[in-house]
């Protein structure tokens, strides 16, 4: 089922709030200057609370129009819109002359299908046309800036049915807020937004989470492999007029599917004998109730299939239905896939392996990071996994070339280094620096690479960087060429970080 917000571009079709659903106060001051009376993200400007992420008159900080024909985008005046959007002039009491808004004329009531098109207060903007009622099995959902069209499976905001907001950082699935998506789909991040303006001040209307306000940007569910906004991976979107396949960008469709635009304005292959928005043809939707299989509407599904969400599905294969309508395959940190109406363990993503050989966990290691299974299974590494590989990491007493060190703390939590403090050896004689005294870390001013070669000798790079202390006459350990001695001089390494 096609997500019928405008996740296409980042954009969702939400309700657009007036200004009077806000909490207010009565100063008329100039600026506002107190967000605490909003929901957050929205702010209170001249006694109205706004969005500064969207708001085109107050855009960023109250009282920064966007004007000149720019458009506000994540707070910030932008000359053009997000793809997927097309750029309106604000008419009447949104703002002034030469203010803009981003609109999505497949789903934005204000502007339906063309800028100055708004539909009628019962009506919702379905495909780009004002309607009572909505298409393709969307939800028809009331909201205060009038109703709108919800795909109930994967809208966040109307999770399962109207008004049942997911959480922030969760995704919804089949009509279910879960925290990672499955059946072949990948977590994408964009950013949310409301569609257009309305109302006095060019008020717009927070998203997700508590209170109608949420983060900036919203987890999707998104198949890399066939949406062309995200080919392969998240935001690698194909140029316009070609199409996702296999998880590449390509100027036509292969095999038994069709190139066809779909709700969000993308060029997508679908299946024109089972598809029920393009059914035997492109555009050719099916009526409300009805399915499509082999390419015609009807009533019921035929050849062994059965009817989920309105379409026609084989349950015994289907990883969104396997076995029944609404049973999702889904394993953590791997792919899944239905056989025989069983969900079945897939490939494993990225460094994750499944070491337990218990599919109900997914593949439950990362060897790019497990000390136990360090590149691969039950390969142990006692000191620190880094990219998969065993690297060395500082502890507080061993030996190095023969010496016995202590450090009086390590930090071997930050991937890109070991550190150790006071490193010393059992007479009590600290590190050598190898660099010129001064009484800060190296960092701070540069990145000093391993004069002396003592780091390098341990994790293979040159990158150092030490805290340092002068004294007036300290005699201190030295090392060269893994050889130990000492020398009195004036300074000494208290802190020392070894990068791999």
């Not at 393709?136 to 795909?151: H, L, N, Q, R, Y």
């Not at 100027?251 to 969000?264: E, M, N, P």
């Not at 993308?266 to 555009?283: E, I, N, S, T, Y």
């Not at 026609?312 to 896939?337: E, H, I, M, Q, R």
Request: net charge negative.
């Amino acid at each position: 089922m096609k997500n019928f917000l405008s996740t296409a571009v980042g954009l969702l079709a939400l309700t657009l709030l007036l200004a009077a659903s806000c909490k207010t106060t009565e100063s008329n001051t100039s600026g506002g200057g107190g967000g605490d009376s909003c929901n957050l993200p929205q702010k209170l400007c001249v006694g109205a609370c706004v969005d500064p992420r969207f708001d085109p008159s107050n855009c960023g900080a109250c009282g920064n129009a966007c004007t000149d024909g720019k458009v506000c985008v994540a707070g910030s005046c932008d000359v053009s819109c997000p793809k997927g959007s097309d750029k309106c002039a604000l008419d009447g009491a949104g703002g002034g002359a030469g203010v803009s808004v981003c609109a999505d004329f497949l789903v934005d009531r204000n502007h339906c299908g063309a800028c100055a098109e708004k539909c009628a207060t019962a009506e919702v903007c379905a495909a780009g046309k004002c309607a009572l009622e909505c298409a393709g099995g969307a939800t028809k959902c009331e909201a205060m800036g009038g109703p709108i069209c919800a795909d109930t499976l994967v809208d966040p905001q109307h999770c399962g049915s109207c008004d049942v907001a997911c959480d922030a950082g969760f995704s919804c699935v089949s009509g279910v807020c879960k925290t990672v998506c499955v059946a072949g789909t990948t977590v994408c991040a964009v950013p949310v937004a409301p569609v257009g303006a309305g109302g006095a001040g060019g008020m717009m209307a927070g998203t997700g989470g508590a209170g109608g306000s949420g983060p900036s940007m919203m987890d999707i569910c998104v198949d890399t492999k066939l949406d062309p906004l995200h080919c392969g991976a998240c935001d690698n979107a194909c140029p316009k007029g070609q199409v996702c396949q296999n998880s590449q960008c390509l100027t036509d469709c292969t095999g038994d599917t069709a190139k066809c635009t779909d709700l969000q304005n993308k060029d997508v292959c679908v299946h024109l004998d089972v598809d029920p928005l393009h059914c035997g043809a492109c555009d050719n939707a099916c009526p409300g109730g009805q399915v499509c299989t082999m390419g015609i509407c009807a009533l019921s599904c035929v050849g062994g299939t059965t009817k989920c969400d309105g379409a026609c599905v084989d349950t015994k294969l289907a990883p969104a239905n396997c076995g029944s309508c609404g049973a999702v395959c889904g394993f953590p940190n791997a792919g899944a896939y239905c056989s025989n109406s069983a969900c079945t363990l897939g490939a494993c993503n990225g460094s994750f392996l499944n070491c337990n050989k218990n599919a109900a966990d997914g593949c439950e290691i990362d060897i790019s990071t497990d000390v136990n299974h360090c590149g691969g299974c039950g390969k142990v590494c006692g000191t620190k996994c880094v990219g998969g590989v065993c690297q060395f990491a500082f502890k507080l007493a061993q030996i190095i070339d023969g010496q016995a060190v202590t450090c009086s703390s390590v930090n071997n939590a930050n991937p890109l280094y070991t550190e150790c403090d006071d490193l010393k050896n059992t007479a009590g004689l600290y590190f050598p620096n190898g660099i010129t005294c001064g009484p800060q870390w190296s960092g701070t001013n540069s990145v000093y690479s391993d004069t002396i070669g003592f780091c390098q000798s341990l994790t293979g790079t040159a990158k150092m960087e030490a805290y340092y202390t002068c004294a007036v006459s300290t005699t201190r350990a030295t090392w060269k060429n893994h050889l130990w001695g000492t020398v009195s001089d004036n300074g000494y390494t208290e802190h020392l970080r070894c990068y791999y």
